[in-house]
């Protein structure tokens, strides 16, 4: 499948100097030789003073609020001024998988104390982390006074353009600006002014017994969830609380180094499925902020605000801060190839100019001002606009992608990456056909887009694109490394979350690959002779996604989501005994990896 570096001296692009990892289905994280890695943080270690020790046959909603959260996805680590040796790591926790939380879990009948729990294990964890200079260790720095839990029931303010609205009202909030909690928060992003962003994604599966057209968009269902939160509290029943539904899929603001702030929830930003909402600024400092929404044959996006960014620490210039997403225009990507119909033939087959590129427009759906908003969507308010952003792609045309997923913009070149993970639906029966943006029918290993704003600038409405990778099978002629020869790549399948490291390599986590093997973790260089050359650093144990990659100078640090999540595994019958072995519940958690001799990753 792929070449292996000799002994010695590695060759490759710099930063991606490393024996890659073979494809595997080891229950482990495995690391390439001369890495070390370990377990950073698990599901149920407290963070918070108060919080007892994690007991898996003695859990409590109260104690688990307390203890880092389940099902860790988007990380971020941020610095810790004054604190030597310490960083801030903030963790999202998307969604909870009960039947392995709970021995002998009944999911007809889930108990009010069990719901309770899996309302306190979804949300954010922020947790100062201390690193060990002599061996490149990250542990957790329990009861320190940054750390902090956001929940289900977290009281969250929201605000833009919609927040207010009749659309956002409910019996327990009749002014429409104050919601409890954020769920099964995906990737997201680091602000330039200290802040992290999270994508509420797939918040359809938490609400029951709807029967709008909206919902159906949505993909919310006409009976009970599988989780039968409705039976519990009836705003998870859209038949009861018809508006409390449109109060989640949005991009949540949060400050991780004030324990006592509220988190935002940011409407101007749409909502939708979001996965990722990374920041690029504009020359003159407004945030221009990617999104992508994750579901097949729906639409990626961007917010470009109106107001600048102010530099400092002081209360007035932070709060100024976090408005900055609260005015400015919405857009939605629409994608035209500039090779002949004919031939994209679904097949991946390259057409007769060697590419799959073209030119691309933003098209604006809405702007939110300080005295206002304006839609720019023909029949559709702008109050509308912002609460069923799908629609609105949907009227203006935008163009339907196999599963955008995490956005992010080059820090070295300003180019803008966008993660396709799959689409085994396109060209079945009557579903939208392969196009230059999406060149495959029945696409299993989806496929990364490389993006170019006009001039460079990410507030242009128009841009140039092209596909940087199609992943899969080398050997399969589908597939394409951006040139790079295909005998000397590792296979890849299913790209979902991207990074960049200190050299302008992107690094890819996969979800649900298709070639047989374990998910993982891969570099690929971007620019230069090497550029399309791609590499696995790392595999992730059985049943896991791997999520969240940070790539510093000398640590990688990955999120090890679901473990063991495998039809009919159970708490008595797991498929994994990640991380601590047989007899132990499995257990996602946050790894951190590094060189066995201290120096720079893959340098």
């Known amino acids: ?15 991606l100097r490393f024996t890659p990892v073979a494809p595997n289905t080891t229950d482990a994280v495995v690391v390439p030789d001369g890495y070390k890695q370990n377990v950073v943080i698990r599901w149920g270690e407290p963070i918070l003073r108060g ?9 409590t909603a109260e104690a688990q609020a307390g203890q880092f959260g389940y099902n860790c996805d988007f990380l971020a680590l941020l610095p810790l001024p004054g604190e030597r040796n310490r960083q801030l790591l903030v963790a999202n926790h998307e969604y909870t998988d009960e039947v392995l939380m709970f021995r002998g879990y009944d999911a007809a009948n889930p108990t009010r104390e069990q719901v309770e729990i899996a309302w306190a294990a979804h949300g954010l964890s922020a947790v100062v982390v201390e690193e060990d200079r002599r061996t490149g260790r990250l542990t957790a720095v329990p009861r320190h006074h940054l750390n902090r839990r956001v929940t289900a029931t977290t009281a969250f303010r929201l605000t833009g353009p919609a927040a207010g609205s009749d659309l956002l009202k409910t019996s327990a909030d009749p002014t ?11 990737s997201g992003g680091v602000t330039p002014w200290g802040t992290t962003l999270h994508g509420e994604e797939n918040f359809n599966q938490y609400f029951a017994n709807s029967s709008r057209p909206t919902d159906k968009r949505y993909g919310i269902g006409t009976g009970a969830t599988e989780r039968k939160w409705e039976r519990f509290d009836k705003r998870f029943d859209v038949a009861q609380e018809p508006n409390e539904v449109h109060r989640f899929g949005y991009v949540v603001e949060f400050d991780p180094y004030d324990p006592t702030s509220t988190p935002r929830k940011h409407t101007a930003l749409g909502r939708f499925k979001h996965e990722a909402a990374t920041v690029r600024l504009t020359h003159d400092g407004r945030p221009v902020v990617y999104s992508g929404d994750d579901e097949r044959f729906d639409y990626f996006y961007k917010f470009v605000s109106s107001k600048r960014m102010k530099k400092g620490n002081s209360r007035a210039v932070r709060e100024h801060n976090l408005s900055l997403l609260d005015e400015g225009t919405l857009y939605v990507a629409k994608l035209t190839g500039d090779s002949p119909a004919i031939e994209i033939d679904g097949t991946g087959k390259l057409p007769n100019d060697g590419e799959f590129d073209g030119s691309g427009e933003w098209i604006p759906l809405a702007t939110a001002t300080a005295d206002g908003a304006v839609s720019h969507v023909e029949g559709m308010t702008a109050e509308e606009v912002f609460v069923f952003t799908r629609l609105a792609g949907d009227k203006v045309g935008a163009t339907k992608m196999d599963r955008p997923e995490d956005i992010e913009p080059s820090p070295v070149t300003g180019k ?32 990364v887009l490389e993006l170019t704003e006009r001039w460079n600038r990410p507030e242009s409405t128009k841009f140039a694109w092209s596909l940087f990778l ?8 589908a597939t394409y490394f951006a040139g790079f020869p295909k005998d000397k790549v590792s296979p890849i399948s299913c790209p979902d979350n991207v990074a960049f490291d200190p ?11 298709q070639l047989g093997s374990h998910d993982g973790l891969f570099g690929v260089a971007t620019r230069g002779e090497r550029r399309g050359e791609l590499k696995q650093f790392l595999t992730v144990p059985t049943g896991a996604e791997t999520c969240g990659p940070i790539i510093q100078d000398r640590r990688v640090l990955v999120a090890v989501q679901h473990p063991g999540e495998v039809d009919g595994a159970t708490v008595d019958k797991p498929a994994s005994t990640w991380p601590d072995g047989p007899g132990k519940y499995v257990r996602p958690a946050v790894v951190a990896v590094w060189r066995a001799d201290g120096r720079d990753i893959g340098a």
């Open 1 to 15: 499948m792929f070449r292996t570096a000799a002994s010695g001296k590695q060759k490759g692009a710099r930063g």
């Open 51 to 59: 919080a007892p020790a994690f007991d898996p046959e003695k859990q």
């Open 176 to 186: 429409g600006t104050k919601v409890l909690g954020t769920l099964n928060n995906c």
């Open 416 to 447: 803008v990456y966008v993660a396709l993970t799959n689409n085994t639906n396109r060209g079945v029966g009557s579903n939208a056909k392969a196009d230059e943006a999406n060149p495959r029918n029945a696409n299993k290993h989806g496929h």
């Open 470 to 477: 199609v992943a899969g099978d080398p050997n399969d002629p």
């Open 503 to 513: 050299y302008g390599n992107l690094w890819i986590s996969t979800d649900g690959a």
